[in-house]
């Protein structure tokens, strides 16, 4: 299959910071890209929908000022978590698809905000 | 909208024990669906999928048919092994009414124990 790297795999950060995750597709084109949130032994959650070259689709409760997706190319899209608070550490997932084949997941990023 | 409901975890089983995963679903288009599993720490890795009615999908001995008449997708394997121990997502994508977001069910933890 198809493969999606995220970066980084972990990161630390103290509160009031920012931090900015990674998605690339590796080798396709995804002409759209969705972010996950999921919680200690639960599912995922999804964040946002984001296509190349428009603004993100944010699910209803997911504050857009707080979690920015850019998704600037057909193989990359970031998510920036700014002035994290302890209560956004979470496992963070990404996946990207091509128009109307399966969609392809990132091995998702542990964010720790102390 | 678009839902998956699966059994609940977690499933304990001992070695060489048949499992089943119920996973049922509801969907105004026609899906297509997915299992995935998840071991600690990590991302999402696609198991099996199925794209139309009748479909059976099949992975390392795992295997689930897509039941249009029952809306099921029902995971199964005849002898498990420790190493399948890991929390699996049913997932259904709506192609044609779900915008192309993948929506997970909660997830169902297995151990399998020696």
């Known amino acids: 299959g198809a493969v999606v790297s995220q970066h980084p795999s972990w990161v630390i950060c103290k509160s009031g910071t920012s931090v900015k995750i990674e998605c690339r597709s590796l080798?396709?084109?995804?002409?759209?890209m969705f972010w996950y949130r999921q919680f200690p032994k639960q599912s995922l959650m999804l964040m946002a929908t984001?296509?190349?070259?428009?603004?993100?689709?944010?699910e209803q409760g997911v504050e857009k000022d707080k979690f920015l997706i850019n998704h600037a190319s057909l193989t990359l899209s970031t998510l920036t978590v700014t002035s994290a608070h302890p209560e956004d550490s979470s496992f963070y997932i990404c996946?990207?698809?091509?128009?109307?084949?399966?969609?392809?997941f990132g091995q998702g990023t542990r964010l720790t905000v102390v | 909208g678009d839902s998956v409901t699966q059994m609940e975890g977690p499933v304990t089983l001992s070695e060489e024990a048949f499992l089943t995963i119920n996973c049922t679903y509801t969907?105004?288009?026609?899906?297509?669906l997915f299992w995935y599993v998840q071991y600690p720490g990590e991302g999402l890795q696609l198991l099996l999928k199925?794209?139309?009615?009748?479909d059976k999908g099949s992975n390392k001995g795992f295997e689930a048919t897509y039941r249009k008449e029952t809306t099921s997708f029902h995971l199964e394997k005849g002898s498990v092994q420790v190493s399948d121990s890991a929390v699996y997502f049913c997932?259904?994508?709506?192609?044609?009414?779900?915008?192309?977001?993948?929506?997970f069910g909660a997830g169902t933890r297995l151990f399998v124990k020696a």
């Open positions: 984001s296509n190349e070259g428009s603004k993100a689709t944010y």
């Open positions: 969907a105004t288009g026609y899906p297509s």
């Open positions: 080798d396709f084109q995804a002409t759209t």
């Open positions: 199925a794209t139309k009615a009748d």
């Open positions: 997932a259904l994508r709506d192609f044609n009414t779900g915008g192309f977001k993948t929506i």
């Open positions: 996946s990207a698809a091509a128009t109307d084949t399966e969609a392809f």
